[in-house]
């Protein structure tokens, strides 16, 4: 190992893993005893009472079992084949890097099915000794061993202009992670003996190789997030979780140096992140990393290293994940997060989260909020878990400066009232241009909704998700706001409801100030805007409103007040100047989600549009919305 790469290796452990070390002794007395998954398994093997979890376990094998091994495919025209699939943004490629991106990317579909299928097999021949189990983990993992390497390069090209490096090279990426979870996890499950020599021989090959590559790519500073040193991303911690797996496997004492790099890397991502347990992307690129995270750390414990289990970080994000429940079986749906109707995708990340750290808060979630534990092997072994109660629920309300958003609900219940309001941090990654979002939910019914996000080739996705036009937001003239620092001023928030502000002006050019200040209670929310744009500008100044309903709604008033009225709720607008005030259909994935018919790729949704009725220097504007009393259209 050169030099250079042993001083990486110090100043990491130095900056991270040692004063982790010393959170961790710190934490000692409320470890959460971690048990392989292995010893997971053989716990409910035997125990009578269990054997409606055996049970469930053994029949989703067999499901899996019936189904056809995960290939590798070589090809564009095969992508489609041996249960791979094509991601959507190679048909707007150029045809001399579609197929490399189509094949690298088919990469992460077969690692993803095998992490998931692989240690459920393993499982089930663990509990059954049944020869269909055995032979299936076999067959999948003699194709796995093929797969040199696991992650094939061309995934930085996924869009129009980009291309490979000379070299052809782009770094290990997310397929190595999730293979590495699959065959790691497989091998912990398998009784000793279960697996061929020589297909072990083949497996062991194929992890030294990817070790030495992942090594290569931080030594080399190959990948867009080593460069830029960039921990927060989930593109630098599923490599990261191949590395630190492969080390593991193989063991740690024949790759010290790879393994504690590993380590230094995956402390690093967590000291990236908010000491609360918020994370600087939406809870669906969350899920995404904090599963890996978990997966490592848990293999790291298992092994008897608790530097990254007992990490703040880990400790306190599940509270932070639960904070994006909202009434009305909603998710709170900021930066790249896709639908909010979507609660059940919280249900693996909390399975894993009560196995592996013992989390009160996923724990009572999953009983109380998301339809139960998931049906993978983490969500059927957490069953075996003692339930907790009420105490155990977080919060009804948070501010989350790193992630900086408040959340409020009234109560735990379906139909209570939830609020969350958006400004934005210099750390967001995948964010939007939603700086001053305003959400409404009252009684389990949506009153004020952001458009969502649809699937990244979506056409739409930039000018009508992403951009101002999804969120409910200012817009000066034709131009969109930038994503930017916002900084968000609390002034109240308790069980009767709250008062913040937020300023998004460095989101805007030619603006001296934008400052907005919600105020609410369960039964109305009154939002107070002043904007003043720079000496000597004049712009047409306006606000859209995204409402939880598709139904027509009526608009009456004149001047400088009107009123806003639809099933759901009334709104009232008064503005310093002359107002126009209209409604317009836009793309939804808020309250619902995937598409409509081939000729209407898109749901959609009603949005109040209001604009200063000439060009103006500066625009005062009082919005309030009223829920009208009706039950629940949730219930």
């Known amino acids: 190992m050169k030099y250079a790469l042993r001083l990486a290796f110090s100043m990491a452990l130095m900056s991270g893993v040692m004063l982790t070390e010393a959170r961790t002794m710190m934490a000692d007395e409320e470890s959460h005893p971690v048990k392989t998954w292995a010893?997971?398994?053989?716990?409910?093997?035997?125990?009578?009472?269990?054997?409606?979890?055996?049970?469930?376990?053994?029949?989703?094998?067999?499901?899996?079992?019936?189904?056809?091994?995960?290939?590798?495919?070589?090809?564009?025209?095969?992508?489609?084949?041996?249960?791979?699939?094509?991601?959507?943004?190679a048909q707007y490629l150029e045809p001399e890097i579609a197929e490399t991106f189509a094949l690298a990317m088919s990469d992460y579909g077969t690692a993803s099915t095998i992490a998931s299928e692989l240690p459920l097999l393993a499982a089930a021949y663990r509990l059954t000794d049944e020869d269909v189990f055995r032979a299936r983990v076999i067959e999948q993992l003699a194709e796995t061993a093929t797969w040199?390497?696991?992650?094939?390069?061309?995934?930085?090209?996924?869009?129009?202009?980009?291309?490979?490096?000379?070299d052809g090279q782009d770094g290990n990426w997310l397929a190595t992670g999730m293979a590495m979870r699959g065959i790691g996890d497989a091998l912990d499950l398998m009784p000793r003996g279960s697996i061929p020599a020589d297909l072990r021989g083949s497996l062991d090959d194929l992890l030294a190789r990817e070790i030495a590559s992942i090594v290569d790519d931080w030594e080399t500073k190959r990948p867009w997030f080593v460069r830029g040193d960039n921990p927060i991303t989930n593109q630098w911690m599923l490599p990261t979780e191949g590395l630190v797996r492969a080390c593991l496997v193989l063991g740690v004492e024949k790759h010290r140096d790879a393994y504690e790099l590993g380590v230094a890397n995956t402390v690093k991502a967590l000291d990236s992140h908010g000491a609360a347990g918020e994370f600087e992307e939406g809870v669906g690129y969350a899920a995404f990393t904090i599963t890996s995270m978990v997966h490592t750390a848990h293999a790291m414990a298992t092994a008897g290293d608790r530097r990254a289990i007992d990490h703040p970080f880990l400790r306190n994000c599940p509270t932070w994940i639960v904070h994006h429940i909202q009434p009305g079986g909603m998710l709170i749906n900021c930066f790249d997060a896709g639908a909010a109707r979507a609660l059940g995708n919280l249900r693996p990340l909390l399975s894993l989260l009560a196995v592996c750290t013992g989390s009160s808060a996923a724990r009572w979630a999953l009983a109380e909020q998301v339809g139960g534990p998931s049906d993978d092997l983490p969500g059927l072994l957490c069953r075996e878990l003692p339930p907790v109660g009420d105490e155990a629920a977080p919060p009804l309300h948070a501010s989350y400066e790193r992630a900086t958003r408040v959340n409020w609900r009234d109560s735990w219940g379906h139909d209570a009232t939830g609020v969350w309001v958006r400004g934005g941090h210099g750390t967001d990654q995948h964010d939007h241009h939603d700086r001053g979002h305003v959400n409404f939910i009252s009684r389990g019914r949506p009153i004020l909704i952001e458009a969502g996000t649809p699937a990244y080739h979506n056409p739409l996705i930039e000018s009508h998700y992403q951009s101002g036009v999804g969120h409910n937001v200012l817009q000066l003239g034709e131009a969109m706001p930038r994503t930017d620092v916002a900084p968000m001023s609390v002034r109240r928030l308790g069980d009767s409801g709250g008062e913040v502000t937020v300023d998004p002006t460095k989101c805007y050019d030619d603006l001296e100030q934008w400052r907005r200040t919600v105020q609410w209670t369960a039964d109305a929310m009154t939002v107070s805007d002043q904007v003043k744009l720079e000496a000597g500008t004049r712009q047409v100044v306006c606000f859209r409103w995204h409402l939880g309903t598709a139904d027509h709604v009526d608009i009456m008033g004149s001047d400088d007040a009107f009123t806003v009225h639809w099933p759901d709720a009334t709104m009232t607008v008064q503005g310093s100047g002359p107002l126009l005030v209209s409604q317009e259909m836009l793309p939804d994935n808020t309250l619902a989600s995937g598409p409509r018919s081939s000729e209407s790729p898109d749901h959609l949704h009603t949005c109040i549009v209001i604009r200063s009725r000439d060009a103006a220097e500066a625009l005062r504007l009082v919005t309030k919305v009223v829920p009208n009393d009706r039950t629940s259209g949730n219930q």
């Open 39 to 89: 010893q997971l398994v053989d716990s409910v093997k035997n125990d009578k009472a269990a054997r409606g979890i055996r049970d469930a376990l053994v029949e989703r094998a067999r499901a899996v079992a019936q189904s056809p091994v995960v290939r590798r495919v070589y090809r564009l025209d095969d992508v489609g084949k041996h249960r791979t699939g094509l991601d959507g943004r």
């Open 148 to 166: 040199s390497p696991l992650q094939r390069p061309g995934w930085t090209l996924y869009a129009p202009g980009h291309r490979l490096p000379p």
